[in-house]
């Protein structure tokens, strides 16, 4: 089960097993392996992808999240739901609301990867 929330993931965020593979130093093949269901990784190990995934593509976590609930089917309904049921000005907020988030995002990560590589 979570062999599949982690592959489901992967996928809908568009991370390929190399991208995280070299995200965190775990081979390509043992991904592929726990990807596909032959291994049984530790609980570390999945700390360790799902961190990766989180850095590669922020929202990953909280879409495993979604996928070991059941929610993740439901995500997509709730756009729609949103985009069906908003006024425009409502929808307009949201959509720049969520953009400022994304940015923020961003701006953390590009800090967060300017900082390790003066300490580095």
């Known amino acids: ?16 097993g190399k991208q995280i593979a070299e995200q965190t ?7 592929s392996e726990i990807r596909s269901g032959k291994r049984n990784p530790s609980l570390e190990m999945f700390e360790r992808l799902l961190n990766g995934a989180e850095e590669l593509a922020p929202g990953s976590r909280e879409y495993f999240a979604l996928c070991l609930t059941g929610g993740a089917s439901k995500a997509s309904t709730n756009i ?3 985009a069906a049921n908003l006024d425009d000005e409502d929808l307009a907020n ?8 994304l940015r923020g995002l961003s ?7 300017l900082e390790s590589s003066l300490v580095g």
């Open 25 to 31: 130093g775990i081979s390509p093949s043992y991904v």
């Open 1 to 16: 089960m979570l062999q599949q929330a982690l592959d489901k993931t992967l996928k809908h965020q568009g991370i390929t």
């Open 107 to 113: 701006q953390r990560k590009k800090a967060g990867s």
């Open 94 to 101: 949201l959509v720049i609301a969520r953009g400022k988030y």
């Open 80 to 82: 729609d739901y949103l």
